[in-house]
């Protein structure tokens, strides 16, 4: 009794020794389950080997050399969270103290610690190191395994003939069995110990690399973190809302969220409080806040509820961005797609959108609406002639002369060119929009001065009403602008209501555009000559090609008429091209066994500009044989005066083919002298309005004489439109005019009634 009362005893005290085991390397097991490294294996190898050391110098002997103890212990557990040389190492250090010792047992101790390392090495074969909770079947085995290591010494004792130790033996087995059981149950004991420990020290771990990962990816994000508790008072900011908006952090940790938004302007701030009071996340939400400095800014912030494990309500988690320079943009892009860029105005877009607007308002209101168009008079005129950085420079005075005639509540648009709009739904009686209309007119009658040079520009109107004239927007348009081409019809610098004449104009104008583009293809366009006859002998010497139109629904069409529906239409230039070949294959057929004749063809401002004129030129010599020498082709002053460095290209490259070039309607225009000099201009014709008066007024006599004058002293030929009586053909040869046109010498007529006065070469 004494002697199981002394086995069981060293069972209690391994027990305790090997409690105090776990305990103190638990944290070493737990830091090699998690980051496992070959040091700290060593490290927990020795120390399990130090601890049972320890145990066995305080064991209890049972017989000599044959223990049950915690050194076995010890020697497993390193074997199971270190591996097996952590488990040698722990073995050996074992296993040579017990040498070092002595004794009749140290042979059997030393082997008892080598049997139960080559057990555990056996059964980490099964078990990974690893693993840190195995299971309980794997353990008990595992406490048989060193059961069995502590019995081999008892039976090799009794197989060398020590009865007395074999009978040790005997009693040692009712300890050996309680032995198993001790092993199993701290074995299991201390798997579930560090299992534990190993779980909670992982997901501190987890947490803590994760904070670390957020605090990190707060603090170099554009954006800022935010998190609130239950109340919405703020419980962390990051801090790159300092370097963003440069507001400090501490200072509204522990405030209201709603702190930050000192000066709320857009409605999401009312949305987000509806999120937060019914606990439900928001989502790009944006916020106008006005910084301390008076600086506003937008943000853009999205938020989330958080729940404690119990499901209540904590707080919210939620990231803003500060969007102010996105807005910005986004406004800008929006500002530029709706309005002109040169005068800030509503585009045709913008204006479009509004006029359809207002007029829906008006309609449920019962109110009028008026629409006035307006197009600067003569502005093609200061465009050609002093370019197009002068020209836009008209355009934004103009612009702000208009605004400053109407009240904030009209709306005042640019269509494009020079082409204005206002609509105006502040009228009680189509006077209120009369007043408008002559407030304008009145605020053209100053000049402009632009780039020191004083240009004068008038405008002209046409104004329709809501719904008196049209219900529609597009309607409403269509008989503005009807009204404003009557404003010009009728002289410009004035204004015109809408009559249901004008819509019938109007749709004689779209339908004759219609024809006309036809013409060409229908063989509708034909020539009509007007001879130039020398005026010192009367001799014909040229002629001038006029185009003439004749259409099956329209009949005979006024040049005037239609010459301008081409040129606003762009017309002009397949017409004009088409003009130029048939003349100089007209002409050239005409000419032949003949003496030679020159043919003059006007060229229009559209024309000019147009590229490829100089080849349109080539190829009517080319084709027709025409020399050219021959072709005189006549330009108004404004043509000159368009684009210098491109016009001064073009005469120059035309000049050197040999081509004659007349300017046209000399005196009507700018009349400089400068550009008669610098320009390759042979021929000079004087406009008939001035030929008209020279026998009946002084003061138009004195003009073409100088005209005169100052052509022949620049070595021009002289050309007189408009020759109708014989005064004025007396005059004429009086000052020395070189060549003449007009119904005193042949009207324009057909090619074969131009061939008959022209084979006589005289007209009497």
Known sequence: MTDLMGMFGTLAVNAAALIGLMVAVSPIVRRLAIKPNPRYRILLGLGFGLTGIGVMLVSV?????????????????????AGPWAAALAAAAIGGTRMLLGGDGAIFGALQALLVWLACLAFLRYLPVDRIRPATSRLVMLGLLLTAGNAAPAFLAGMIGSWPLALATHVGLIYLAA??????????ATTNLLAREHAQTAAEKSLQERDERLRALAETSNDWFWETDADDRLTYLSSRIDDVLGIDQSEFVGRPRDHLLVDTIDGDFARSRQAVEAREPFRNLIWAVRLPAGEVRWLRSSGVPLTDAAGHFTGYLGVTTDVTEHRHAQKTIQWQASHDPLTDLPNRALFHSRLQRMLTHADSAGRRVALLFIDLDQFKRVNDSFGHTVGDQLISAAAERIVGCTSPADVVARLGGDEF???????????????????????????????????????????????????????????????????KDGGRNDFRFFTPELNERSRERTMMESQLRRALERDELYLCYQPQIRISDREIVGVEALLRWENEVLGQVPTPQFIALAEDSGLIVPIGTWVLETACRQIAELTKGHPPLNLAVNVSSRQFTTPGLLEAVQHALAVSGLPAGALEL???????????????????????????LSLDDFGTGYSSLSYLRRFPVNVLKIDRAFVNDVTKDAGAAAVVESIIAMAHGLKLTVVSEGVETPEQHAFMVRHGVDRGQGYLYGKPMLLKDFTEIYCAREVA
């Open 634 to 660: 006549e330009i108004t002053e404004s043509v000159l005066m368009a684009d210098l460095k491109q016009t001064y290209e073009t005469l120059e490259a035309l000049s050197a083919l040999g081509i004659q």
């Open 61 to 81: 002997e049972v017989a000599d050399g044959i223990l049950i103890d915690g050194r076995n212990v010890a020697i497993a557990v390193a074997s199971l969270f």
């Open 179 to 188: 032995g198993a059981c001790f092993y199993t149950g701290c074995l299991v």
């Open 421 to 487: 709009t206002v609509i105006t739904d502040d009228l009680d009686d189509p006077i209120d929009v009369e007043r408008i209309a002559r407030r304008i007119i009145s605020a053209f009658e100053a000049p402009f001065v632009l780039e020191r040079r004083e240009v004068y520009v008038s405008a002209s109107l046409g104004i329709a009403i809501f719904p008196d004239n049209a219900r529609s927007a597009d309607a409403l348009m269509r008989e503005a602008d009807a009204a404003l081409y009557r404003a």
